[in-house]
């Protein structure tokens, strides 16, 4: 059977990246990655698209799903069907939530996105942008997207679309270990669901 894939989404500063790296400890057999990929697409949103080089964010949607497909098709394909359980820090509601803050409309942002599946799991780590704003002070200096009132309506599309579609929403402002271990159970409870 191939492996479960689940996507953890969320703001900037909510924590995904320590999550992802507890989870992986608590968790057999998982497989963790991210968006922005490796890819070279990956390497030039980083260098040129978060450093705020684009004039419209049609260009970054589209880059973001070129980046997409290349990292499903060579990397989390091939985990899935090695039976990874696939964590990916970030996927399609990382563009539907930042694109679609841009002013970019959903379903144009589905649309390039139609080429790559749904993740069998979407959590996302709520967070206020404030704390989560603070958190990333503490990092390096800020890209394109880290600001507050950016961030507040990127939290609101996350919320709406976990309304929408019935996505799992987890409290990110506690401390990392809390928020890992209740990841890590639910998607325990799923893998166990698959095998019944
Ligand atoms: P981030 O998780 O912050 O990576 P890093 O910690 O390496 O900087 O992701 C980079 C930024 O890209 C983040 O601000 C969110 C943004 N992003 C989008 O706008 N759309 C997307 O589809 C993805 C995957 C990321």
């Not at 790296?21 to 608590?26: I, S, W």
């Not at 040129?48 to 970054?60: E, K, S």
């Amino acid at each position: 059977m191939p492996g479960l894939f689940v996507a953890i989404e969320g703001i900037d500063g909510a924590g995904k990246t320590t999550v992802l790296e507890r989870l992986a400890r608590m968790l057999p057999g998982v497989c963790t990655t991210r968006e922005p990929s490796g890819s070279p697409v990956g390497a030039l949103i980083r260098s040129w698209v978060l450093q705020g080089g684009t004039v419209d964010p049609r260009v970054d949607a589209l880059l973001f799903a070129a980046d997409r497909i290349e990292h499903y098709k060579r990397e989390i394909e091939p985990m899935l069907r090695e039976g990874c359980t696939v964590i990916s820090e970030r996927y399609v509601e990382s563009s539907i939530a930042y694109q679609g803050a841009a002013g970019v409309p959903v379903e144009f942002i589905k649309l390039v996105n139609s080429a790559v599946p749904r993740a069998d799991l979407t959590v996302i780590l709520d967070v206020d942008p404030g704390t989560a704003l603070a958190r990333i002070g503490r990092r390096d200096r800020a890209e394109k997207y880290e600001r507050g009132d950016f961030l507040r309506r990127v939290r609101e599309i996350y919320l709406m679309r976990a309304r929408e579609e019935g996505y799992l929403v987890v409290d990110a402002g506690r401390p990392p270990l809390e928020v890992a271990r209740e990841v890590a159970e639910i998607i325990a409870s799923r893998l166990r669901l698959r095998t019944v």
